[in-house]
């Protein structure tokens, strides 16, 4: 019996790994297929995770197996194993992605549910009834041998890394060294950094009217700058919002809505427009959300996303459900997890978009940079506290209003420190003065004024109205505020026209400085 048993082990352990990495690669290769990857770690991450968590569940099958091991052949208890272990992991898979895919993550029905399950039950059935022909009449029997399985494993894993460390068709280029002199019709224009601070409630900030000091850079910034106090943005969440900025679009009409949406590359982006004209365009996302793979490269000669995700993961990975499950535990057992594992810290952004421009000012850029603070996580820049809101903490209840935001108020804080250092170094380098600076938000955040919390949920003015700043050159309409409703979309046709381009005809939004700004605005700003 004890012969049999370890036999029947062996094989739900060897069965188990093949299944496990069976439904890490689908998983992957549907990942990869439904973006446009700048790597292909997600293959080699899925073949091993989904493989070892698979040996674990074959092991499990295993004893079960070991009780009927004398009567059942070896090809019946490894097809038995591995139809176990695929389709169950399988079903957890397909559950998460028909969920986000089909119903935006608000759950599966339990009809719906109930019809996968059924389906995965009788596919079982088939793998084990025609798996068996299989691993007795051909070559594949091999696997029936701890030595084969393991071989077979050992070999796929290999293949799958392989592919894993090729390069990928979205990987950001090189940029070669600028031209010996900026060509003539580019001296005229102007230089334009787009920063985007995320999750930035208007009223977080003093020049919309937060207590006075709380956001000293922003406010000395807005004095600078033309303050547009009714800005409206597309969306409530990250992906549709900053795709409306870049493709002035309404989201119905770019499409890129919902968790499964991608940016559309038919459309037509503020950096394709501008490098079309000898713009030099570097972005640097900091959100899954807008990274390459969901199409929000399109125009940028460079768009890096360098996430610090824990165990070494990279874009692509961080898609895997599994990954995403084992990243939520981790936070879970770490009492004090770090900001890298969730996004990168401001001044890491900054300090990329500086070093940036230290190739020179032979050519005119167009920079975009966003910045995660004040996003949760909310971390303290004053003191060892444990962050707010980070996976696994209890939902937060009216009571925690005033603790939250005042953690959050520290973060937006932290931005404009981080910010008002950036700004200083534009000056010293000479470039502040001839620049359009724009400081703006994808979104805002709830703190219980309507009953919920976070974003993405509601289009009330705590998730939707955020702050626009835009410097023209020269100090042009300095310390101007706008009273009037201006919306997401008419950010990009303004900056083109700033740099003396015509916006394309798709384009949905408007100049926010029309010949008859100064006009409109002394005829709607009381005397």
Known sequence: FMAAAVRALGIGLGAGLCGGSAVGAAEALYVLQSTTPSEYQAIGFACTLYGLVGGILGLVVGVFLAAGARWLSAATMWCAAFAGVSLSMGAVVTHHVVDEVAFAEGGVPLEVGGALLVGFFALGGVMVWMGVNVLTKTPLQILLTPKGTLGAWAGGLALSWIFALSPAPGAAGELGEPAAEMPLELKARPDIVLVVVDSLRADALGAYGAPSGSTPRLDEFAADAVTFEQFITAASWTRPSIASLFTSMAVSSHGCAGRADRL???????????????????????????????????????????????????????????????????????????????????????????????????????????????????????????????????????????????????????????????????????????SVIVVTSDHGQAFFEHGGWWHGTTLYDEEIRVPLLIKLPQGRHAGTRVPWQVRQVDVAPTLVDLAGIVPPSEWQGLDLFPDSFDADLAMLTPP
Do not use: C, K
Not at 277 to 286: F, I, K, L, Q, S
Not at 371 to 389: T, V
């Open 264 to 434: 559309p590359p038919e459309v037509q982006t503020l950096a394709e427009v501008l490098r079309e004209r000898g713009y030099v365009t570097a972005g640097w996302p900091n959100s899954p959300n807008v990274s390459a793979s969901q199409g929000f490269a399109q125009g940028f000669d460079i768009y890096p996303f360098e996430p610090g995700f824990p165990l070494g993961a990279r874009e692509s990975t961080f898609a895997l459900s599994l990954y995403r499950v084992a990243r939520e535990h981790l936070a879970r057992l770490d009492s004090e997890p770090g900001v890298e594992q969730f996004y990168s810290p401001a001044e890491v952004q900054l300090e990329r978009a500086r070093a940036f421009r230290q190739r020179g000012d032979r050519t005119r850029n167009f920079l975009f940079v966003h910045l995660m603070e004040p996003h949760d996580p909310w971390f303290s820049h004053r003191s060892s506290d444990a962050p707010i809101g980070v996976p696994g903490q209890p939902d937060p209840v009216p009571a925690d209003v005033r603790s939250w935001r005042a953690r959050y108020d520290e973060e937006v804080a932290w931005a404009d420190q981080q910010l008002g250092a950036f700004l200083d170094e534009l000056r010293a380098e000479g470039r502040y003065d001839d």
